[in-house]
């Protein structure tokens, strides 16, 4: 099984964090005019962005050998 380089996975974590700072960003926009659709999209901003934070710790923790 191949691991991911630490060049792609840092394009994915920016990727995800700031997507889902402006998914989240628009959810919040959007919830007031339709809760139903807003909030849902807050949420699936907030838990991308977090997974992006959750993503940095491991590629700090990972190692510049792949």
């Known amino acids: 099984m191949q691991t ?3 060049t792609t996975l ?5 990727v995800l964090i700031f997507g889902g700072l402006l998914l989240a960003v ?7 005019t339709d ?3 807003g909030w849902p999209m ?19 923790r990972r190692g510049d050998s792949t």
């Open 42 to 60: 807050a949420a699936a901003g907030a838990v991308f962005a977090l997974a992006g934070a959750v993503l940095l710790v491991v590629r700090a």
């Open 26 to 32: 628009l959810g919040l926009v959007i919830q007031k």
């Open 10 to 14: 840092g394009k994915l974590i920016w």
């Open 35 to 37: 809760t139903s659709v």
């Open 4 to 6: 991911m380089s630490n």
